[in-house]
């Protein structure tokens, strides 16, 4: 969640160890002073596999462990902003060191 924001309660989200939290796509806001009940269930999801070419399961990413479409896409607009502004935003994840 990028920015100042003036709102109070939280933002809830839940996903699979291992994928990128993308909190401010798909996070549900929670509002201070109601009462929430919130119904968790798994579910399972079946893709067809990639286009040839568009899509490397197998490709290695900095920094993250394992491969996503969110890692992918959160790796890429990070290294967007390093090499334009020199640095990063807090959330975005951080230089490969080693």
């Known amino acids: 969640m990028t920015g100042p924001h ?3 309660g939280l933002k809830l989200l839940l996903h699979r160890q291992g994928d990128v939290p993308l909190v401010n ?5 929670i509002p201070a002073g109601i009462h929430t009940f919130i119904a968790v269930s798994v579910s399972r999801e079946t893709h067809l596999p ?7 399961a197998s490709r290695k990413l900095r920094y993250y462990d394992q491969y996503t479409q969110a890692a992918c896409y959160r790796e890429c607009i ?16 951080p230089f490969n060191t080693g």
């Open 50 to 56: 990639p286009p040839p070419d568009e899509c490397d």
């Open 78 to 93: 990070t290294d967007l902003v390093v090499a334009t502004c020199h640095c990063r935003d807090y959330y975005m994840p």
């Open 25 to 29: 796509d798909f996070g549900d806001n």
């Open 6 to 8: 003036n709102a109070v």
